[in-house]
């Protein structure tokens, strides 16, 4: 499986941006579809985005639709998380998870977490009001 870590978590101010960075080391890359969730304090984990193993096909939840942008790049190995106009309510642990590389699902199946078989630690957000 695919190891994972996750940096670029910080405190920013509301309609601040912060870039999420998440390394993977292990089989190929280019293997996995690359999702992104997050849990605030007392809530359960939520899909934010995921992009599709060529990175042609994104989903995004509702919630950061036109605010966050997933991208990746194979050659790094990496997948990003852009997010702007950060607000209160983004606050959050996020999390970067790897799923594939012989799993082929629907878009809404990506949005579940038991899709994906590799996670990071997790990288703390939080946005002051």
């Known amino acids: 499986q695919v190891q994972l870590v996750e940096s670029g978590g910080g405190l920013v101010q509301t309609g601040g941006s912060l870039r999420l960075s998440c390394a993977a080391s292990g089989p190929t890359f280019s293997n996995y579809v690359m999702g992104w969730f997050r849990q605030a304090p007392g809530k359960e984990r939520e899909f934010v985005a995921r992009?599709?193993?060529?990175?042609?096909?994104?989903d995004y939840a509702d919630s950061v639709k036109g605010r966050f942008t997933i991208s990746r790049e194979n050659a790094q190995n990496t997948v990003y998380l852009q997010m702007n106009s950060l607000e209160p309510e983004d606050t959050a642990v996020y999390y970067c998870a790897a799923g594939g590389p012989s799993s082929w699902y629907t878009s809404a199946a990506w949005k579940k977490e038991n899709v994906y078989s590799s996670w990071g630690q997790g990288t703390q957000v939080t946005v002051s009001s």
């Open positions: 992009m599709s193993r060529s990175g042609g096909v994104t």
